[in-house]
Structures are given as C-alpha cells and as structure tokens.
C-alpha cells in the first residue's frame, strides 16, 4: 500500500506562509500525479494544485490560490510541496496529500491543518 504523511501546517496570522510537505512511501511505482486538497467542515473538499511526478507540469492550480501558492515535488524524496504565501482566513482548511496511480487508483493522507487568524 501507499502511505501519505503531510507536515507543515500550523497557526498563522493573515499576510505569513506556510510551507506543506507530502512524504510518499510504501508502494510507490505508476504515479502519474500528486496533489492538494483542502476542505473545511460542512463544504465539498477543494483541489489546490497538482503536479505530474514525472514532469512537473502544474496543469491544475485553483484559481484562488493562483499567485499565491507554488506546488512542487522532489521526485527522488518522493515529496511534494505547497509553499503557500499571503495567506488568508479563506484558506482556513484541512489539507489533503494526493496520489494518483495510472490506474485510476488513488490515495489520501491524513492532512494537516491550516489555520489563517489574527
């Protein structure tokens, strides 16, 4: 099986960044993608950004945090990164590790949450 560990996440005032990390292990062989997720308590759970292990191509950023938040990945740690910068209350939210075989078949972290506050 695939184990997804995030860290990096914390308390930070409006304005600060945070920078996440995605440590893969375990089964790893036929990745096409990694990715962030991010939900909040009672709304559907929000793709960040995602990254082709392979290429590093970012083909999907959501528009919300285009600008601010950088994805990247350092395929020989198996890790990927959210540097996320200007960080708002709106991105309050727990944030979900991603792995896409391709199979199809995916895996999800734990997450780690994030909260933006003064």
């Known amino acids: 099986q695939v184990q997804l560990v995030e860290s990096g996440g914390g308390l930070v005032q409006p304005g600060g960044s945070l920078r996440l990390s995605c440590a893969a292990s375990?089964?790893?062989?036929?990745?096409?993608?990694m990715g962030w997720y991010r939900q909040v308590p009672g709304k559907q759970r929000e793709l960040v950004a995602t990254?082709?292990?392979?290429?590093?191509?970012?083909?999907n950023v959501a528009d919300s945090v285009k600008g601010r938040f950088t994805i990247s990945r350092d395929p020989v740690k198996n890790t990927v990164y959210l540097q996320m910068n200007s960080l708002q209350p709106e991105d309050t939210a727990l944030y979900l590790c991603?792995?896409?075989?391709?199979?199809?078949?995916?895996?999800w972290g734990q997450g780690t949450q994030v909260t933006v506050s003064s």
């Open positions: 991603n792995l896409l075989r391709y199979t199809g078949k995916e895996y």
């Open positions: 990254i082709s292990i392979s290429t590093g191509d970012t083909p």
């Open positions: 375990g089964a790893i062989f036929s990745i096409t993608d």
